[in-house]
């Protein structure tokens, strides 16, 4: 375990570079510039668009971030045999693209939502973009520790680092979840108030009892 712990830096650093090699490859890709991509483009929806239909209009450019970053994600998911602390780092990436496909996802619902205005809706992808910010931020500070010229930190110094940026992406994580549900919650009783709860439970999917 102890020599397993020295090679520690290099492992995470073969993890967030794809030189490691396990169950897959995959293309050399930073998250934290996906990530800062999707905040790009949500920022500029956010400040440009006038009206609904131009922040669909304008969301698409999002989705193709994100459906390109998904491939990368889909990879790194399907990665295994790493060890524990390892593994703890791919959790803490994959836990950000979540966070971005909860954003992704249910916002493209919502733009097709008459139960949200133009203002609601930018308020809406605003958070979103606050939240995204913030986890990768957390994705920064992980970085810190897969750099191998970091020689002055030890390897319980590394751990720490991972875990606490593991809880912290988690938390962010159930965040997005639950400002996801309960903006949903909020085009629910909006609609139970015109008699049409199907419509919305339809678009959100079968699920969607859960937001309310």
């Not at 930073?30 to 668009?49: G, H, L, R, T």
């Not at 304008?58 to 889909?74: L, M, N, P």
């Not at 992406?169 to 909020?186: C, E, G």
């Amino acid at each position: 375990m102890k020599k397993l712990k020295l090679f520690l830096p290099l492992i995470l650093f073969c993890l967030f570079f794809g030189a490691g090699k396990a169950n897959a490859q995959w293309t050399v890709i930073d998250p934290s510039n996906i990530a800062q991509s999707i905040v790009n483009s949500s920022k500029s929806i956010v400040q440009e668009s006038k009206t609904a239909t131009h922040m669909v209009k304008s969301f698409q450019e999002t989705v193709k971030i994100y459906q390109q970053a998904k491939k990368y994600y889909d990879a790194l998911q399907s990665v295994n045999n790493l060890v524990r602390d390892a593994r703890k780092v791919q959790q803490t990436i994959l836990m950000l693209g979540n966070i971005s496909g909860y954003y992704v996802n249910n916002f493209q619902k919502m733009l097709t939502d008459p139960n949200f205005t133009s203002s609601e809706l930018s308020a809406i992808a605003s958070g979103y973009t606050r939240i995204l910010e913030e986890a990768n931020g957390v994705l920064g500070d992980l970085k810190q520790v897969v750099n191998i010229t970091t020689l002055s930190m030890t390897d319980k110094d590394r751990m720490d680092v991972v875990d606490d940026c593991y809880k912290e992406m988690k938390r962010l994580k159930n965040l997005t979840a639950y400002y996801t549900n309960k903006n949903i919650s909020v085009s629910y009783l909006r609609a139970k108030k015109k008699a049409d709860t199907q419509r919305v439970i339809n678009l959100y999917g079968d699920g969607s009892e859960k937001y309310w």
